[in-house]
């Protein structure tokens, strides 16, 4: 298949994922007061519980779902993703109790894969100079969706209630499931372009590589920064808000900026690091991300803390598109899967610890000691990687 059309089908895909997503996420606590009856002072303790469950299963699922996509193939595993997705969706919009909403996200947690399996298919589809305008397009694409999603999903509350909104997403992933089935071809066997030199790779050989080793580390704190807000952030907007008219719509609009602004960067931030070197926009990134997060914790109003909101996806558009590019520049081409499984499976440690510490900060020390945390989080990676890799420009170690 040309390249182009791949990046055009999985944008398409990566789209109705993200949009379904964050059509409900950001939703889930003024869902369990409002839908499942969790008393206003245990919301932030049960949030967290509902958001890490997810990622308890998706940790120990995403490798061996790398492992098979490289020996079995990639498009089956993006199918089952899809399909499994679609109907844990679907449970979604049927709980009655917060215990049985948390049962529901541990069933994401062993469908989640398919925004590694789509990774891994783009990154042996494009070619080495397009490889960070491709993976910036994605993450684009992502962030896009996660600005019509809360939008979308402020007024499907309004109008019928949370639970349409899960019956929605529901239907989406179902017709990304048939997007694989009818229009996706599995990529080429890379093992009989590599004459087989990488077949007995194994996934301590790649942890033995500092490089990926640290950048694994990296998608762990990355991630766990992002996730410490988001059990919160839909709480902390409302108060902030006041006692106004449409409050998910506005909740939403406000969530929706720096999805909009990360579309719109994220391209950018992918030609910089084809240009610049990835891991020295990833350090940039990283840190301006870092300055953006303590400037966010200082608003007291609503709209300077949208600005603020606008600015933050500016700045970390840019870690996911590097991230992801490094770590396919430095990878075989039939390990592919499991490499994004290695990660993403850092990710989910890094979503199953931020819920929870953003969860306790928030009731311990109030909810704008979140975004210092953060802050100081993200100036360590920065500094750390600075310091790592100021002076050389690794090679892949696999050619």
């Not at 006041?242 to 990360?262: C, Y």
Request: some cysteine; aromatic content about 12%; overall charge neutral.
């Amino acid at each position: 298949m040309n390249w182009k059309v791949v990046l055009a089908i999985l944008t398409c895909n990566i789209l109705f994922m993200s949009f379904s997503y964050t059509m409900l996420i950001p939703f889930l606590p003024i869902y369990l007061t409002d839908e499942l009856g969790v008393l206003p002072g245990d919301v932030h303790l049960w949030s967290g519980i509902v958001f890490s469950s997810t990622f308890l299963v998706s940790t120990i699922m995403a490798p061996i779902w790398g492992k098979l996509a490289d020996a079995h193939g990639k498009k089956p595993m993006a199918i089952r993703s899809c399909l499994f997705l679609s109907l844990s969706y679907f449970c979604g919009g049927l709980v009655t109790s917060p215990e049985q909403l948390t049962l529901m996200r541990l069933l994401q947690g062993f469908a989640y894969g398919l925004w590694p399996m789509d990774l891994a298919i783009m990154t042996l589809y494009a070619p080495e100079d397009k490889l960070g305008f491709c993976l910036g397009t994605m993450q684009g694409v992502m962030t896009a969706g996660s600005v019509l999603g809360p939008l979308f999903g402020g007024i499907l509350s309004d109008l019928f209630g949370m639970r349409f909104s899960f019956f929605i997403a529901a239907f989406f992933l179902f017709i990304n499931g048939l997007m694989f089935i009818f229009f996706i071809k599995e990529p080429p066997d890379p093992e009989k372009d590599e004459a087989g030199k990488t077949r007995h790779l194994s996934q301590l050989d790649v942890l033995r590589q500092p490089l990926l080793r640290n950048m694994l580390v990296c998608g762990a704190l990355i991630q766990m920064v992002i996730f410490i807000l988001q059990p919160v952030l839909s709480t902390y907007i409302t108060s902030l808000a006041g006692d106004i008219p449409n409050l998910a719509l506005t909740t939403g609009f406000v969530i929706s900026l720096s999805g909009v602004s990360g579309a719109i960067a994220a391209p950018l931030w992918g030609k910089a690091g084809q240009k610049k070197g990835f891991i020295r926009i990833l350090t940039v990134s990283i840190f301006v991300t870092a300055m953006g997060e303590a400037l966010q914790g200082l608003p007291n109003t609503l709209a300077a803390f949208s600005v603020t909101q606008f600015t933050i996806g500016l700045c970390f558009s840019g870690i996911n598109p590097a991230l992801n590019a490094i770590m396919a520049q430095h990878t075989p081409p039939d390990f592919k899967g499991r490499i994004y499984g290695l990660l993403f499976t850092a990710q989910q440690l890094g979503s199953m610890a931020g819920p929870l510490l953003g969860g306790a900060l928030a009731t311990w020390w109030g909810m704008k000691s979140i975004f210092f945390v953060m802050s100081a989080i993200l100036l360590a990676a920065s500094f750390w990687l600075y310091r790592t890799y100021h002076n050389e420009d690794p090679k892949p170690v696999w050619f």
